[in-house]
């Protein structure tokens, strides 16, 4: 398995973990709240690397990806402003773009 670092939002570095066939289809796993992409290991090192391209990631704040201040710029009344999901769902984006034609699976991420 490879592992590199991709920039999100506000410079976070979020981590992400590569195997399986480069030239297969890819598959993009989520994880979900107080998880990381350790919670793909089954997965990732099962038999469908033989075919496909598969690629974990720890979201904002969860595994070895950055954990942003809570203590943002913007306002000290939303301390949790650096976990918003729209940037994390910005940086799943990214990382679709980075991953053209990727399918995606996920486990919850809450409310």
């Known amino acids: 398995m490879k592992t590199h670092k991709i920039t999100g939002?506000?410079?976070?570095?979020?981590?992400?973990?590569?195997?399986?066939?480069?030239?297969?289809?890819?598959?993009?796993?989520?994880?979900?709240?107080?998880?990381?992409s350790l919670t793909w290991n089954l997965q990732m090192s099962s038999?469908?690397?033989?075919?496909?391209?598969?690629?974990?990631?720890?979201?904002?704040?969860?595994?070895?990806s950055d954990k942003p201040d809570t203590r943002g710029p913007r306002s000290p009344s939303s301390p949790w402003q650096n976990y918003e999901?729209?940037?994390?769902?910005?940086?799943?984006?990214?990382?679709g773009k980075k991953v053209p034609s990727a399918d995606k699976s996920g486990e919850c991420v809450g409310r």
């Not at 939002?9 to 998880?35: I, K």
């Not at 979201?59 to 070895?64: A, D, K, Q």
């Not at 999901?85 to 990382?95: A, F, H, I, P, W």
Request: proline residues 2%; positive net charge; contains cysteine.
């Open 47 to 64: 038999s469908m690397a033989d075919a496909r391209r598969l690629v974990a990631m720890d979201l904002r704040g969860h595994g070895f």
């Open 9 to 36: 939002g506000g410079s976070v570095q979020l981590h992400v973990v590569e195997t399986g066939n480069q030239r297969g289809r890819p598959v993009v796993f989520l994880h979900g709240v107080s998880q990381s």
């Open 85 to 95: 999901k729209r940037t994390s769902g910005d940086e799943v984006c990214g990382t």
